[in-house]
């Protein structure tokens, strides 16, 4: 199963939601592969590792042919990434610039990577806030597509255009594309906005048919802290290894166990939409 995370708005935790996803399924023991397909290389980041040090990367395998096999490095048991780092950021440039070079630009991630496949229970693919060329190899090549969703001003607007696209390509490129659903991040329900957003983002999914969590992911500080303090995801720090008051937010930080077991009954299809 292939899902990618994906908003065209920056800051609303697709690293968070893609690493602290892998982080449960590992625990699971299912074999996970992260794929960063943006070039501020977060995900490297999150499991403390300086994306500058990768001798070869996820533009290696769309720009040069390189075997995916050549970049993916393990980040702990059961949890591959195939990096990004600075390289990425020419990508759009490369391959519109040379499009005799790559005649089908939207195919390239698909093409590279399929047989990947075969070697991983889940492969989740972290995006960048933007619509451009990587992100139409990322829905070309995925399966679902889960976006998270901070429920302030304008965001509905931004909801839509991901919306939109998505079923561009679905239409053009890959008709087995499905928006998995909408997952509320970074909420605090006791403000009127972010009470009123998400009512107004469940209509608009109703409509659409498109699903939206039931659970919502808060706004707290312990996402950051697990990725400065203890180099790794929240749902990868045991409780053993918190002191004070970060045993008080541990299950607040493990709210992607909740939202795990949800993203699994959605897939089985057990969940009405």
Known sequence: MIICVNNNKGGVLKTTTVTNIAGVYASQGKKVLIVD????????????????????????VLCGGLPPED????????????????????F???????IKSYPE???????????????YDYILIDTPPSLGLMNGNVFTFADKVLIPFVPELYAMRSLI?????????????????????VLGTLVNMQTNLHTGVMQETKRYA?????????????????????????KKPATLVTRK?????????????????????ELTLLLEGNVVK
Do not use: W
Not at 92 to 98: L, R, V
Not at 241 to 261: I, P, W
């Open 37 to 60: 397909a943006d070039n501020q290389s977060n995900v490297a980041l999150s499991f403390g590792l300086n994306p500058d040090n990768f001798r070869t990367s996820i533009y290696d």
């Open 71 to 90: 970049a993916i490095i393990s980040l702990q048991d059961n949890i591959d990434l195939l990096p990004s780092n600075r390289d990425l950021i020419s």
């Open 92 to 98: 759009e440039f490369d391959i519109i610039g040379d």
């Open 105 to 119: 630009p939207f195919l390239l991630m698909k093409k590279a990577l399929q047989h990947l496949k075969d070697d």
């Open 161 to 181: 255009e991901v919306i939109d696209t998505i079923n561009d390509f679905k239409e053009e490129y890959n008709p087995e594309l499905e928006v998995l659903g």
């Open 206 to 230: 109703e409509e659409k048919g498109v699903y939206v969590f039931d659970t919502i992911v808060p706004r707290t500080i312990e996402f950051a802290n697990s990725v400065s303090y203890h």
């Open 241 to 261: 290894s918190l002191v004070g008051k970060n045993k008080l937010n541990y299950e607040k930080a493990n709210v992607f166990y909740d939202v795990c077991k």
